[in-house]
């Protein structure tokens, strides 16, 4: 299979969640190939699931006092806490066909590469079901999905650097379920990449291109700048409001 | 104290809007959490008098289509507070989506510990 392969492009988080809805309904629509999307931020932000509450996942007092942009994802699963230059985010945007249709196999498979390239560098990370990426010391990142019609987007962050003082400010973790896995420090729940291999973040990045390419036929390509309109447009639409934001 | 669905029509309160209470009805409000062992949270919020009146999901849990929320929310409101599991169970499984992270059991034991 084809994969462009997108590296580029700085957004607000807005833009970049607007993004995953207008990427992915292209897919489906037939106006864009195959693509894996390597995401690039300016500033710290919350990517919220999607049937998450608000003021169960962040300290809303804090995030507003310090202009953090929380936004509502169109995939569920859990809060993230992202910073530039720290995480590595990217997205698969695929056809339905090229995916598993069991859900457990189909994070397993679309993770596999960014496993593969973790372990070759050194660090010893395994999927972790459903939809975790794992380090014996604790949780790198996390993967989510959504199947629309005819296209899945598959997107995973990585922690690389995170500043894990800051996180427990922004997050509200939960309670319940620290204290269901008796651990008392909610750092030792997240492992940055940093602490376990000396290969930059662009040197992870660039790896991580390497084994796409090995899968894939792959080739680079930036977005249309008829995409990042669109994005732009449902971002001010969708994914800047309180209705969507804050709707749970 | 268990199942009292009787096969004879209920009547239904006249207010059957969420969080709208008839005169002699006492509504109340309480969470239940229900933590599922590969790690996903589902949290229940529900409203009722003798009846379920509004129920709120939430969760890092998975669902598609995404919508369908609404769906099992509407699944569960309505019922008497006294539904059996297995009738509360097999409503919220008529619903058309798949729960990923999560089952119907696990929504309906959270909902009748919140109503407990």
Avoid at chain 1, 122 to 140: Q, S
Avoid at chain 1, 149 to 161: E, F, G, N, P, Q
Wanted: hydrophobic letters at 40%.
């Amino acid at each position: 299979m084809k994969l462009r392969v997108v590296d580029g492009g700085t957004y607000s988080e807005p833009v970049h969640q607007a993004l995953e809805r207008v990427l992915t309904d292209r897919l489906a629509d037939g106006e864009m190939p195959p693509t894996l999307r390597f995401w690039s931020r300016d500033e710290p932000a919350v990517a919220l699931g999607r049937f998450q509450a608000h003021a169960d996942e962040v300290a809303v007092e804090y995030v507003e006092e310090h202009g953090i942009d929380v936004v509502r994802r169109i995939t569920g699963g859990g809060a993230m806490y992202v910073e530039p230059g720290a995480v590595i985010t990217y997205s698969l945007y695929l056809p339905r066909g090229a995916v598993p249709e069991r859900v457990e196999e189909s994070y397993a498979e679309l993770d596999a590469w960014t496993i593969d390239t973790l372990r070759d560098l050194g660090v010893n990370a395994r999927h972790e079901p459903l939809n975790d990426i794992a380090h014996p010391e604790g949780k790198i990142g996390g993967a989510a999905q959504l199947r629309g019609r005819d296209a899945v987007v598959h997107h995973t962050t990585l922690s690389y650097d995170l500043d894990l003082a800051e996180m427990l400010r922004v997050l509200r973790i939960g309670e319940q379920k620290l204290s269901d896995k008796a651990i008392s420090s909610a750092e030792k729940r997240v492992a940055v990449l940093s602490a376990y291999t000396d290969a930059s973040r662009e040197a992870v990045v660039e790896r991580m291109k390497g084994a796409a390419a090995e899968r894939y036929d792959t080739f680079g390509e930036s977005l249309s700048q008829d995409a990042i309109a669109a994005a732009r447009s449902l971002a001010s639409e969708q994914f800047l409001t309180d209705e969507w934001n804050r709707q749970l | 104290m268990e199942a009292t669905v009787s096969g004879q029509p209920v009547d239904r309160p006249v207010a059957n809007e969420p969080f709208q209470t008839t005169e002699d009805e006492h509504v109340n409000t309480e969470s239940a959490t229900v933590k599922i062992p590969d790690g996903k949270l589902l949290e229940v919020t529900v409203s009722w008098g003798d009846r379920i009146d509004a129920v709120r999901l939430t969760g890092d849990f998975f669902l598609e289509p995404p919508e369908a929320r609404a769906e099992l929310e509407a699944a569960i409101e309505g019922s008497r507070v006294d539904i059996d599991r297995e009738t509360l169970v097999r409503s919220i499984e008529s619903v058309d989506a798949r729960l990923i992270g999560f089952e119907a059991a696990h929504l309906a034991d959270a909902t009748l510990e919140a109503v407990r």
